[in-house]
């Protein structure tokens, strides 16, 4: 604990300000960590930070990042008196029966208030901050979160003192003399409770029925002009007042009786369990099957990456020009995955966000790799899935957001514009750290998951505008916002997919990642449910990247340096090839199925693709044989044969476009074939044919009929044909959009409260009597000789001033100085306020103030 500031008081504080001076500085680096928005920018003193502390906006978020319970006891306090003690606290929480766990559970919540100055004051005076109250207290318009009305006073405001004296002679009590007597005595006999439950015994039954509605809110109704007798009977006793002609509402102490004093239906004082799934039990205790499962599903992402990008090799779709992809490109993309179009999605969004796919930027843009594809392409396996791992873990755009519609009603596209959601780290991260508080190898219930997010924080549950809404809403009973239950539910499906966790349960690299376990962070701790694992931007830990990698290399299959060859013209992979192997297979064969093994298939076109890619016949021979485990079939070879004879038979060239063989009859067999009028052709020597369309045209024409041409350049050399890589300039990866400001470090903490510190001390010091002016004035006012004299004296004797300072841009400050040497027109000293020895220019020194107290 931090020492007591110099000078505090041991008084009891009238003001938020006073209260933050009794803290110690490690209270003050606590209450800066944990709302590091009031560092932006640092306050120059502690009545400043009191104040922004107070602001609407400050206070709105802090109050979202409080549990359920700590919120309930805000809401509490917010219908409590100001101030009200803790003994007063305890009961509206409790009520008449009392409730040991809440009241075990009460002193951390005071403190997580009292910690983030939501709440100061000792236990004696807790007192809200007037924000706070303003926001959860309710109002004629909005009822509290507690579903309590106002109170009898503030119901009552306005109402004439005839009908006040009306209703206490109907309650049976005797008439005053004035309003404010008129409305202590109701609220005395509603807070009484012989009094009370005597009055309520005398009323109808349908009375009580019309209470029951409103006891636990929303507490107000409508009537009618003519109200039903046991209506009436409740409005002339004052249990229900009117707040229109045709509303009324169920005064707060009313309501506090019928419910036996609770300000709440439900207190929860203990975050709910995340209990195991009903069929983690065939996994519990099993790690090694949930590590194989995730292990699987790891390498099958992988495979789908390379996939997806393999097939912009040379280019992508184009960009929309709102940004984005568009639906149809998204469809096509899906079929050429096998998957759905979500998870499609998901796939772009991943390699998107891990820096490997991009838009190159070019006037008809499209996506496309990026160089970093290429260095990523080059790692092992298992160091490619972590970078993977790591950007989505880190990643703020949403993938389950694709399709839906923005606030404007536009669809969402993927890889497109406003798909940023800034909690999706917290939410991640938070849901991926209760799985590794589960014991290895169990899976969680999804609901019991949802259900501690949702008590964890309650109202970015609900959306931050519930705070500023002028809907009559129970806390109890509202329906919150889903978004962070559907981005806590995209979690646990995009964990599994991408490997994180198997059959549900969170893998040993998953742990690794997060940096539990033998890794550094004890998982019981992230899932205490503190609100403490919030805390920090969600990155892994250092070297958690590197120990994942090593926790899932020996769960990957080694890539393999053969493959099956078969008599139908198939060739199959028993894993994994190595990558040159499957680069040129994909090119001499096309995949027909993929799994646990992959099956190519041999074709003339395939084997034409090879030979256009400046393969010959015996290249192909040396590859089958020497990477085939078993005898190159005779088909195959045959099929190898056949197609290199006929390739480059026929060449074409540009004239427009040009066919040549030296095989005059093949050429008369091309112009009687009915199929090639489309080219229109026509015999311009023996051996030389000319056609109207272009040579790719003509090529491909020609390859449909079932000859093998081949493209020659214009020397009359064979054209070889290789895929062209289209790669975008070197891009960066999308930078996650910040939850607010980050948490600062240690030493930014450090230096904030030290500057707080000196500031609040040249602001509050005592002083000395100064001239009239400056006593008026911010700044003290002398002349330079006073100055000047006052100055030297003061570096004789060590004594501390209080000066007033105008810097080279003209911004005025008030300082505390500890002169040590003047000369040249230069005072050298120690100051207090930025806790350094500076020199300062007297010529800029409006004027000084001898302390009455020497501050060091």
């Known amino acids: 604990m931090g020492t007591m500031p110099e000078g505090s008081s041991p008084s009891t504080p009238r003001t938020l300000a006073e209260a933050l001076r009794t803290r110690g500085d490690e209270d003050l680096a606590a209450l800066l960590r944990a709302r590091p928005d009031l560092l932006s920018p640092v306050p120059n003193d502690l009545t400043q930070l009191a104040t922004r502390a107070g602001t609407r906006a400050s206070v709105v978020r802090a109050l979202e990042r409080l549990d359920r319970f700590t919120l309930q006891t805000a809401e509490a306090l917010a219908v409590a008196p100001d101030p009200a003690p803790y003994e007063t606290l305890v009961a509206l929480l409790t009520g008449d029966e009392g409730d040991p766990a809440i009241e075990a559970a009460l002193p951390r919540a005071v403190d997580v208030l009292r910690g983030q100055a939501l709440v100061w004051g000792g236990d004696d005076r807790l007192r809200l901050v007037r924000t706070a109250r303003e926001l959860l207290a309710p109002s004629p318009n909005r009822p509290s979160p507690t579903g309590l009305g106002p109170t009898v006073a503030e119901a009552t405001a306005g109402m004439s003192p005839g009908r006040l004296q009306e209703i206490l002679a109907a309650a049976g009590l005797p008439t005053t003399h004035d309003p404010v007597s008129a409305v202590a005595a109701l609220t005395s006999l509603f807070t009484d409770r012989s009094r009370m439950a005597a009055l309520l015994d005398t009323a109808p039954s349908e009375a009580l029925t019309v209470l029951d509605r409103l006891v636990w809110g929303p507490p107000y109704g409508e009537v009618t002009a003519n109200p039903t007798p046991p209506v009436q009977w409740l409005r002339d006793r004052g249990l229900l007042l009117p ?35 009903a069929t983690a039990s065939m996994t519990q205790g099993r790690p090694q099957v949930v590590d194989s499962t995730a292990a699987g599903q790891a390498f099958t992402a992988l495979s789908t990456v390379e996939d997806l990008l393999k097939d912009w090799h040379e280019g992508g779709p184009a960009v929309l020009r709102s940004g984005g992809l568009s639906v149809r490109d998204l469809k096509r993309t899906a079929a050429a995955l096998d998957t759905t179009e979500q998870m499609a999605a998901f796939w772009l969004e991943l390699a998107y966000a891990a820096g490997l796919l991009a838009a190159d930027g070019e006037a008809d843009e499209r996506y496309a790799p990026t160089p970093a594809y290429d260095d990523w392409l080059t790692l092992p396996a298992a160091e490619r899935w972590a970078r993977l791992a790591a950007a989505w873990l880190t990643a703020t755009r949403t993938a389950g957001l694709i399709g839906g519609q923005d606030t404007k009603g536009r669809t969402l596209s993927a890889l497109g514009p406003d798909l940023d959601r800034s909690a999706a780290i917290e939410v991640r991260r938070r849901i991926l750290d209760l799985l590794a508080g589960l014991p290895a190898g169990t899976a969680p219930d999804p609901e019991t998951v949802l259900a501690r997010l949702r008590w964890e924080r309650p109202l970015r549950g609900t959306g931050t505008q519930d705070l500023d809404t002028n809907a009559a809403r129970n806390a109890a009973t509202a329906v919150p916002t889903d978004l962070r239950s559907r981005i806590a539910a995209w979690t646990l499906t995009e964990a599994e997919v991408l490997g994180v966790t198997g059959r549900g349960a969170l893998s040993t690299h998953g742990r690794a990642l997060l940096g539990h376990a033998q890794y550094g962070l004890d998982a019981q701790a992230a899932s205490a449910g503190n609100g403490d694992a919030f805390a920090g931007n969600g990155k892994p830990a250092p070297g958690a990247q590197t120990a994942s990698a090593a926790a899932l290399a020996p769960l990957l299959p080694e890539p393999l340096d053969h493959i099956l060859l078969q008599a139908d013209l198939t060739a199959v992979a028993p894993g994994p090839l190595q990558r040159p192997l499957a680069e040129t297979l994909a090119v001499l064969a096309d995949i027909e199925s993929k799994g646990g093994a992959t099956v190519y298939r041999f074709t003339p076109a395939s084997v034409r693709r090879a030979l256009d890619a400046g393969k010959s016949a015996s290249d192909l021979h ?134 707080i510190r000196a500031g609040d001390m040249a602001a509050t010091v005592v002083r000395k009597p100064v001239p009239e002016p400056a006593r008026n004035g911010e700044l003290p006012r002398t002349t330079s000789a006073e100055t000047l004299a006052t100055v030297q004296a003061a570096a004789m004797t060590g004594a501390a001033l209080w000066i007033g300072y105008v810097n080279a841009d003209g911004a005025a400050s008030q300082r505390v100085i500890a002169p040590v040497r003047v000369e040249g027109g230069f005072v050298t000293a120690y100051d207090h306020t930025a806790d350094e020895v500076r020199t300062y220019p007297l010529h800029r020194i409006t004027g000084v103030a001898e302390l009455a107290d020497d501050p060091a």
Not at 244 to 254: D, I, Q
Not at 669 to 696: F, N
Request: charge should be positive; include cysteine.
């Open 243 to 277: 707040t229109s002609l045709r509303t009324v509402v169920l005064p707060r102490e009313a309501a506090l009786h019928l419910r036996g004093g609770r300000t709440h239906r439900a207190p929860e004082p203990e975050p709910p369990a995340v209990r195991p799934a």
């Open 622 to 755: 040396t590859f089958l044989a020497t990477h085939s485990r078993t005898p190159v079939p005779q088909p195959l070879s045959y099929l190898v044969d056949d197609v290199a004879r006929r390739h480059g038979h026929l060449r074409i060239g540009s004239a427009s476009a040009y066919v040549r063989c030296d095989d005059d009859a093949l050429l008369g067999e091309i112009l009687a074939d009915k199929r090639s009028q489309g080219l229109r052709l026509r015999r311009l020597a023996p051996t030389v044919l000319a056609a109207q369309a272009d040579p790719a045209t003509l090529l491909e024409g020609l390859r449909t009929m079932g000859y093998a041409p081949a493209a020659e350049s214009a020397e009359g050399d064979v054209l070889i044909t290789r895929a062209h890589a289209r790669r975008t300039p070197p891009r960066t990866a999308p930078v996650p959009v910040p939850d607010g400001p980050p948490v600062p470090d240690g030493t930014l903490l450090g230096a904030a409260v030290k500057a």
